[in-house]
């Protein structure tokens, strides 16, 4: 299959039927601990990077085959939003396949867009990325394409708290000596406190990041970052 992958088993979904949208590592970050590898496209233009049709074509042959999934994902090698006609594949997916669960993995940094929230409204779960509460940590770790700050990022997530009706997990990956001392939980605290969120997802790196060195913060640390978040939370490694 080009545009799907699975069903696949997945830690935090369980069986997931992965749709890919973007055909190589195109991204609007480039991300320290990417384990797809380096973003070889930065850039925040929305366009139709592989053919939509096609792409809903793959999808109604596959699911002719009755597959089990709790759910149908948009993730892939890099931003699901930078595709413009995301709306349309998951309105396809809720018009013809409503049994099946929708969700959007995302590093968030297109949802302070109206379209791109208005084209994604009808998911079952949105887990953005936060993974810095300061713009310095931000582009650390982030490295994001030109014009995209921090400010953009919560500002996006705010927007989905409020408006979004199904569940969000708010994603944070932690980076040893990087983003997981108190002073910078407490900062991704300060940002996220006010949100709607109904669980927030611990994760660390569990597998070879994209730039080398950086190493996973250990299971105790992020037990007691767990306790630190006022939102439910979960820890995966």
Known sequence: ????????????????????????????????????????????KRKEYVPTDQ?????????????????????????????????????H??????????????????????????????????VPSLDAGTENTFNKICRPAKGLTLNLILEG??????????????EILFLKGVNDSDKEVNAIIDNIKDFRIDQVDINTLNRSPAVAGYKAVSKKRLTQISKMIPFKTEIFI
């Open 157 to 170: 997530i705010k927007a989905i708290s409020e408006e979004f009706e199904g569940e969000i997990r708010l």
């Open 1 to 44: 299959m080009k545009f799907l992958k699975g069903v696949v088993s997945s830690r935090r979904l369980g069986r997931s039927l992965g749709i890919n949208l973007l055909p190589d590592l195109i991204c609007s970050e480039d991300c320290l601990y990417c384990e797809c590898g380096t973003t070889r496209n930065l850039t925040l």
């Open 93 to 126: 997916l809720k018009i013809n396949y409503p049994e099946f669960k929708t969700a959007l993995l995302t590093n968030s940094s297109l949802l302070h867009k109206v379209e791109v929230r208005n084209e994604i409204k009808n998911l079952d779960l949105i």
């Open 55 to 91: 792409v809903i074509s793959e999808l109604d042959k596959f699911m002719k085959k009755e597959p089990v999934a709790d759910y149908v994902t948009f993730s892939g090698l890099g931003e699901p939003t930078l595709h413009s006609g995301i709306g349309k594949i998951i309105d």
